[in-house]
């Protein structure tokens, strides 16, 4: 063909980057799991830290506690409730979730999950109710109303929480899937609850599940190139630039849905996720409650 009829060739633009931007030993899943179990509360009112996760329905908040404590256990949990394509949330109640390790240890940490958040208003959990639980006001088995939420006259109204009623830190959990369409009432409702946790200093990060559900072919059929995915990259750059916020403070992790046994690939990525939700918990403590000697 002459010059003028000559057609350049465009190359497809690889799924994989040529490095990653995020290294992880996949070989580490002891060492990980063994600092989590050993972490210091180094405060004597407090028993645990508390981690609580909102976001919307279906976002997979329920299915990442049960993937935690599947973790620990090395075997398929499902103590939280959880359920396959819902429209509505499976939780109903405030409620605290201990994590016991395979030698029967309880971990220094606990999980709240809550009602998922819906599009428009009285509809799913109000954004008022996940500020009162922050706070520590909200009893365990709570049960949340859409319409109305909890107040200073309700029976499940804490009036003077212990630094053990309040929450350590705030986990947006956010599906990789649908970060791209999520409609914009979702994304003021948790920018709304995540601008409140930051009022109180209560650190705030976002797990972004769903990472193998057809968003990137490359990390569905290795998990272990997910920090090398362009695609993977992209939503999280997606979800901080919609949500707020930054790289660093975005982890992506693969729940377990369909598996019947636990594999190492998962369990690093959840336990690298987890170590760093623990240690923002832990800092806040201590630079927020510590009680000098």
């Known amino acids: 063909m002459g010059l003028w009829g000559s057609k350049q060739k465009v190359e497809p633009i690889s799924d994989s980057l040529d490095t990653p931007w995020k290294n992880v030993d ?12 050993d972490i210091q509360l180094n405060h004597p009112e407090l028993n ?8 919307p329905v279906g976002a997979g908040k329920s299915s990442f506690i049960n993937s935690v404590q599947s973790v620990f256990k090395g075997e398929i949990i499902t103590k ?10 499976f939780t109903k109640k405030y409620k605290a979730y201990t994590v016991i390790n395979s ?8 999980f709240n999950d809550a009602l998922g958040l819906e599009n428009g208003t009285h509809n799913g959990v109000d954004p008022e109710d996940i500020v009162s639980a922050l706070q520590g006001h909200i009893k365990d088995g709570y049960k949340f109303n859409p319409i109305n939420p909890l107040s200073e006259e309700d029976q499940d109204f804490i009036r003077e929480p212990t630094l053990q009623d309040k929450v350590h830190c705030l986990v947006s959990v956010v599906p990789a899937n649908t970060i791209s369409h999520m409609d914009n009432s979702y994304i003021e409702k948790m920018k ?25 072919p490359l990390v569905k059929k290795d998990l272990t190139q997910i920090y090398r995915s362009r695609k993977i990259k992209e939503k999280m750059q997606e979800c901080s630039n919609r ?8 982890f992506p992790v693969s729940n377990y849905h369909e598996e019947s046994e636990t594999n190492d690939t998962k369990d690093v990525l959840i336990l690298t996720a987890l170590l760093q939700i623990v240690n923002r918990a832990k800092n806040y403590v201590y630079e927020q409650h510590n009680i000098c000697e």
């Open 80 to 89: 939280a409730g959880e359920e396959s394509g819902a429209n509505k949330s």
């Open 192 to 216: 709304y609850i995540r601008n409140k946790a930051s009022d109180l200093c209560i650190p705030n990060v976002v797990v972004m599940t769903k990472v193998d559900a057809d968003v990137c």
């Open 243 to 250: 949500l707020g916020p930054t790289m660093k403070n975005i």
């Open 26 to 37: 996949w070989t580490k899943k002891e060492d990980l799991e063994k600092k989590l179990t």
């Open 48 to 55: 645990q830290f508390r981690i609580l996760l909102y976001g």
């Open 103 to 110: 030698n029967s240890e309880t971990l220094p940490f606990i």
